[in-house]
């Protein structure tokens, strides 16, 4: 347990970022702060704005410093990046975008040295998604500016450096598919030594690790010197807090940008590289069997596309739907899913409203995370986080195509919380709503048929 009334929490996701103060006793979200998180398309390569996330933290935390007030800094961040900072600590090259595309030579060449995936349990991903890749491109692209880096660390590492001074590493972030990690030995990958980096790797510190009170002239800025704690990778500070309260088998499905599924006491021996599962790394070290798509942005990509339409047409449309075989199949966004390969396609859709291809969405949304859960092997309920935990139907869905109850989390601030859980303070029972398995009339057939577009064999009768 811990003294802290308040912790202050540093919440960057890819689209969004927030510092929140949330009570310790409560876990109530009492001052937030937000802006979007836009790359920027000049310089090298498209990069994060980080002087911009800058002014925004440092006015939000002078901000919440006055009131309510907080007695800790704890920071979580999206993963797949990771900054190169020279001897003063300052970027030796920009937070590289992990969108960014890297030119084919370069790909070709880091699928030359990358290790197999029985050494990382972590896939050949597109784009920057491995981090290793990212470092492979700025050293090989830009020599002259990667020989000034005297330190690398992982992003939420990245800011607790700015507060602090103190340059660290930690394992949630090197776990989360870079190539960097080795889950079973516990150490860096063998990838380490090829890119000849391993001297520039900071120090592995546990998130729950304080780094450091702020230094002095940001404790002069915010009228206050508090500890800063070592942080997390977003996806696993939604993970932390269940891993504290529940016994497996249990999954967590953490919705934003990316849908990121962790099955506790699933199948880390049978994951698909090809089908983007992986092993992530939790905030004790242990691997989790994961797997993800992008389904944040594909729904905000459908939902612009479709329109709107009320919450209760889109139920009173999903019989049709069903009957009708009206579907969509994977992938919106390329580049990720357990569906590699394929090209999104309406399917039976000709004249459909905005509430019957609404419908639609929401099966595909629950059809995909039926998918992820089933290729590591997830058992026990599913505790659904972020934005899709205020889908009913969504849930509704996910919870009769699996057979087992989901349990939806309400609110924004999972990832904070999890963070907040760093400074020690004990976790809070919040609101869920459990929805059990129900049958839907034809539901499986209509699974079938989905997978059969796929050319995917069903792996259950219903």
Not at 156 to 180: K, M
Request: hydrophobic content about 45%; some cysteine; overall charge negative.
């Amino acid at each position: 347990m811990t003294a802290y009334r308040r912790i202050a929490v540093l919440d960057i996701g890819k689209t969004n970022a927030k510092v929140v103060v949330l009570d310790a006793a409560t876990g109530a979200e009492i001052a937030a702060a937000r802006m979007a998180n836009v790359a920027l398309k000049d310089g090298p390569y498209p990069h994060y704005d980080v002087e911009a996330l800058w002014s925004f933290a440092l006015d939000a935390f002078r901000r919440f410093a006055k009131a309510p007030g907080f007695d800790a800094i704890s920071i979580t961040t999206h993963g797949a990046s990771a900054a190169l900072l020279d001897a003063d600590g300052r970027l030796a090259l920009p937070v590289l975008d992990y969108e960014h595309e890297y030119p084919q030579a370069i790909r070709e060449a880091y699928d030359a040295i990358r290790p197999a995936f029985a050494e990382t349990r972590s896939p050949r991903l597109s784009m920057g998604l491995n981090v290793g890749a990212q470092l492979h491109y700025q050293k090989t692209a830009f020599p002259d500016e990667f020989a000034k880096v005297a330190a690398i660390v992982t992003y939420p590492q990245y800011w607790a450096a700015r507060l602090t001074g103190v340059s660290a590493n930690e394992i949630t972030s090197l776990g989360c598919h870079t190539d960097l990690w080795n889950p079973e030995t516990g150490d860096y990958s063998t990838l380490v030594d090829t890119l000849g980096i391993r001297p520039l790797m900071a120090p592995i510190r546990s998130a729950f690790d304080t780094l450091g009170p702020v230094l002095p002239e940001i404790a002069e800025t915010l009228g206050v010197r508090v500890p800063v704690y070592c942080g997390i990778h977003d996806s696993n500070a939604s993970l932390l807090p269940h891993l504290v309260t529940r016994q497996a088998p249990f999954s967590v499905v953490s919705t934003g940008t990316w849908v990121i599924n962790f099955a506790v006491g699933g199948d880390l021996e049978h994951l698909d590289p090809a089908r983007d599962t992986l092993a992530n790394v939790d905030a004790y070290g242990r691997a989790v069997p994961s797997s993800r798509f992008m389904g944040g942005r594909e729904f905000e990509i459908l939902s612009a596309e479709i329109g709107d339409a009320a919450e209760a047409d889109i139920r009173a449309a999903l019989p049709f739907v069903i009957e009708r075989g009206l579907m969509l199949t994977p992938n919106v966004t390329p580049g990720s899913g357990p569906f590699p390969g394929h090209e999104r396609q309406w399917l039976n859709a000709e004249g459909a409203s905005a509430a019957e291809r609404h419908a639609a969405a929401c099966l595909y949304l629950a059809l995909m995370s039926e998918a992820c859960l089933d290729l590591i092997g997830a058992g026990g309920p599913s505790i659904v986080e972020g934005p899709f935990a205020a889908n009913g139907l969504y849930l509704t869905l996910l919870a009769a195509l699996t057979g087992r109850p989901v349990a939806a989390v309400p609110g924004s601030t999972g990832t904070s919380q999890g963070a907040s859980l760093l400074a020690g303070i004990a976790p809070v029972a919040t609101p869920e709503t459990v929805v059990p398995p129900a049958a839907i009339a034809g539901l499986a057939a209509y699974r079938t048929t989905w997978l059969t577009a796929l050319g995917q064999k069903p792996n259950r009768a219903g």
